[in-house]
């Protein structure tokens, strides 16, 4: 199985909000396939984890950062997922902790992929996320914002 590391971000607003994408898979293997999940992807041969979440930071929502504003990962995880053509593989997932002082969100820099399977992006108050029956990834979402949480107060 390949493995895949992966920045993922917990973007937060004043209000302690995350900001999550929808995505509606509508071909492939994943056609049908409806869920919310973090901002963030694949690092890129030769790219450092933090790079690829500076990277991914600002072609999914428009902010900028730097690396040292983004930090070190806060978490680390390993997910088993199944990606459009149908294959299994394991991301290697590094959270990044990225509070914003505004919900401005832009656009402009998806790929065709990013178009074609992100629908909206919506921000998730902590009892938006305990009561939804929508499918939310990662799952174990609330820690990681609570980690978040802990690490900023620190």
């Known amino acids: 199985m390949r493995?895949?590391?992966t920045a993922r971000l917990l973007v937060t607003d004043p209000q302690g909000r995350v900001l999550l994408?929808?995505?509606e898979?509508?071909?492939g293997a994943l056609a049908g396939l409806r869920?919310?999940?973090t901002p963030g992807g694949g690092v890129e041969p030769g790219e450092a984890v933090a790079a690829a979440a500076v990277r991914e930071l600002r072609e999914e929502t428009g902010i900028v950062r730097t690396l040292a504003a983004v930090g070190a990962p806060l978490a680390r995880r390993q997910q088993v997922f199944k990606v459009d053509c149908g294959a299994s593989?394991?991301?290697d997932e590094h959270y990044f902790s990225v509070p914003v002082s505004d919900g401005a969100v832009d656009f402009s820099g998806w790929t065709d992929y990013e178009r074609n399977c992100m629908s909206t992006h919506r921000w998730w108050s902590t009892l938006d996320l305990a009561q939804t029956a929508e499918t939310i990834w990662p799952q174990d979402l609330s820690r990681?914002?609570?980690l978040a949480r802990r690490h900023r107060s620190a």
């Open 144 to 146: 990681l914002l609570e």
């Open 25 to 27: 898979h509508r071909g």
């Open 35 to 37: 869920y919310w999940a």
């Open 89 to 91: 593989v394991c991301d």
């Open 3 to 5: 493995r895949r590391p």
């Open 21 to 23: 994408f929808l995505f």
